[in-house]
């Protein structure tokens, strides 16, 4: 029963708990405590299947008056317009079914029930930190991320408007090229985590021929355990159970066996190694580690050293030069200027080497960035707009080759909140590796909070959410900021590039 409920759990519509009465913390920290930052990296709101359904089940409808406006055709995210991936191919674009869904919504797009549930959260995060902390965010106070999928950012519009009404409409949502997304796992570009990937398939294909649950899913289906569409299966239960759909022959517990067959799965692909986490989630905490030490910063006037080698680069995290590129499938509106400072990327970086048609030369800083471009996105009868980004190549090495060409990026530190739609898959390998992952899949738009807090002797200290819940980092609620970047430098890996070359078994 209680895998069942966990499983229930994840289709069912957001549940926020009740907020914490008190806001008084514990030692070390003195006094009141002032909120400074607060990040957010949630899961897309509810979606149609991303699998074809597999025989002997048939497919459902989906009628478009389901899919948001603005998805009712499949989208295409096109590289040509990168001219510095111009002579790579898009392997990091996951192969997914052509045409429509029965009905005509496409594969994978965000429907009006994932809406409600980007529109549930916003407003969670508007009453939480606006009104219950205080916490004053105009549009240039607020920072916006998001993978290039339309699910993804069609949620983080929602999550924003909910948040500041018709005022989300002047915040972009910033959108990285999916060749150098540091929140998509980059498997196709490292051999470690390719090996990782077939070790997981392997065991897949180990425990389908020895699971009882499993063989017995197969029979009902009348196909050979070694057939069964484990992950396509769980993908298409949780979109139809979220939207109130019959998913007919199967029952609760074959929902919850396939359930726990994929966390399986993805556990062993995540956590094979320590190496492999790191790799995985390394990237991603680079990024956080980034956004915390320039809030600590800002407030504190002082340079905020972290983990071995900072202090040869003054910091493990750093800031990088964006150029955006255009979607080809919205509107260009006009253009805009990037202003981030200068990355400290390898010079063996994908993108320094020269390609077809370009010189070697690095970018200057000096000027601003080319081909910086804003698109527009309605939904809702809301325009907004959304800047898409990519790195540019720079000479300097740093100590943390972390990994080349990915975009990680450090908002400007005045923005008090930074709001991320990314995916399950990025949600799982972060909780993982903070050890507070509960073995329960995300449901759709799950979030993680990083709260940075201010005391007043001026110390730092962050506290962690999961779906509202506090996640206590190796025993605290409320972690020094020293402490924390600690946690998180211990997955990050040195170089990153090395590590892809290790054995599986090192």
């Known amino acids: 029963m209680a895998r069942f409920l966990r499983l229930a759990a994840m289709a069912a519509p957001l549940a926020v708990a009740a907020l914490p009465e008190s806001r008084s913390l514990p030692a070390p920290a003195q006094g009141p405590l002032k909120l400074v930052q607060v990040q957010v990296y949630f899961r897309h709101g509810a979606r149609t299947p991303i699998h074809k359904t597999p025989p002997p089940l048939s497919e459902v409808e989906w009628p478009k008056e389901v899919c948001m406006p603005s998805l009712e055709e499949p989208k295409k995210l096109y590289l040509e317009s990168m001219e510095d991936f111009r002579e790579r191919t898009n392997a990091t674009l996951a192969v997914r079914p052509n045409g429509l869904l029965p009905g005509g919504c496409a594969f994978g797009a965000l429907t009006n029930v994932g809406q409600g549930h980007a529109t549930q959260l916003g407003e969670h995060l508007r009453k939480k930190y606006l009104e219950e902390h205080g916490l004053r965010i105009t549009p240039k106070d607020i920072y916006v991320r998001s993978t ?45 985590l390719q090996e990782m990937y077939r070790s997981a398939l392997n065991e897949l294909e180990r425990r389908r021929g020895i699971d009882p649950a499993l063989q017995r899913i197969a029979f009902k289906l009348g196909v050979v355990s070694h057939d069964l569409q484990v992950e396509a299966l769980i993908d298409i239960i949780m979109s139809r159970l979220v939207h109130a759909k019959e998913v007919p022959i199967l029952d609760q517990s074959d929902h919850v066996a396939l359930h726990d067959a994929v966390v399986g799965f993805y556990l062993h692909r995540f956590r094979a190694t320590e190496t492999t986490l790191s790799l995985v989630a390394g990237p991603i905490f680079v990024h956080i580690g980034a956004a915390l030490e320039a809030a600590a910063r800002a407030h504190s006037g002082e340079t905020v050293p972290v983990g071995p080698g900072a202090e040869e680069s003054g910091s493990l995290f750093q800031k990088t030069t964006v150029r955006a590129y255009p979607d080809l499938n919205l509107q260009l509106t006009g253009a ?133 819940k506090v996640q206590r980092i190796d025993g605290l609620e409320y972690t020094p900021l020293a402490a924390f970047r600690a946690k998180l430098s211990r997955h990050i890996p040195r170089d990153w590039e090395a590590d892809c070359s290790l054995p599986l078994d090192n």
Request: net charge negative; with cysteine.
């Open 148 to 192: 290039d999928f339309p699910r993804t950012i069609a949620t983080a519009q929602g999550v924003t408007y909910a948040m500041l009404g018709d005022e989300a409409m002047s915040v972009p949502v910033h959108v990285a090229h999916l060749d150098a997304e540091v929140f998509i796992v980059q498997w196709r570009r490292c051999g470690l």
């Open 336 to 468: 805009a200027d990037a202003t981030s400072s200068p990355a400290t990327r390898s010079p063996s970086s994908p993108l320094a080497t020269p390609g077809p048609g370009r010189t070697g030369s690095a970018h200057d800083p000096s000027k601003p960035p080319h081909n910086v471009q804003q698109v527009a996105t309605s939904q809702g009868g809301h325009t907004f707009s959304t800047k898409h980004t990519s790195l540019l190549p720079s000479t300097s090495r740093h100590p943390y080759s972390i990994p080349p060409g990915l975009a990680i990026t450090t908002p400007p530190p005045s923005t008090k909140m930074h709001l991320y739609a990314v995916h399950d898959t990025t949600l799982v390998p972060m909780l993982l590796a903070l050890d507070v992952f509960d073995y329960q899949w995300p449901r759709f738009c799950a979030n993680i909070s990083f709260e940075l807090f201010q005391d007043s002797r001026s110390e730092f200290f962050v506290r962690v959410l999961y779906n509202d």
